[in-house]
């Protein structure tokens, strides 16, 4: 009786071994109805100006005055913002999913270093936001109309005299 029993697992475990590999998951697919009333199914598309949504947060004053990755000075007063991986000098348009605000900043910084967060803007980035009291705000990314690069500080690229 113990021999048969083994005999049968070696058995299954040899057959499982040969059976197909479970699909990969796909995307979630979108339907609607075609002109005839046939279902038509595609994949949803995010718009390609789209880069992500999540926690916002905002810094200042402690900071105010010293350097930013970039090189430059930071000023609290500055639509600017800190983002781990858009180019610097690239503006990023900021939407407030709380109240519909949004604000176009220059990036300057990097971070947030802080999980769950996607981008800290300036105080004045946080004010046009509408977010100062809270501090956090759910907030959705877009690249601006043109991509365009925002001219950085002649100050800062000027060779010193």
Known sequence: MHGRTALLLMGMGLLGGCASRAAKPQPPETSSAGDDGTKVTRREKMPRDYLGEGLASFYGPGLHGRPTASGEKFNQNALTAAHRT??????????????????????????????????????????????????????????CGSDRVSQVPVEFWAAPA
């Open 86 to 143: 858009a180019r610097f000098g690239s503006c990023v348009k900021v939407m407030n999913m709380e109240n519909g605000r949004q604000v176009e900043v220059r990036v300057n910084d990097r971070g947030p270093f802080v999980d769950g967060r996607i981008i800290d803007v300036s105080k004045a980035a946080a004010k046009a936001l509408g977010m100062l009291d809270k501090g956090l705000a759910r907030v959705r990314l877009y690249r």
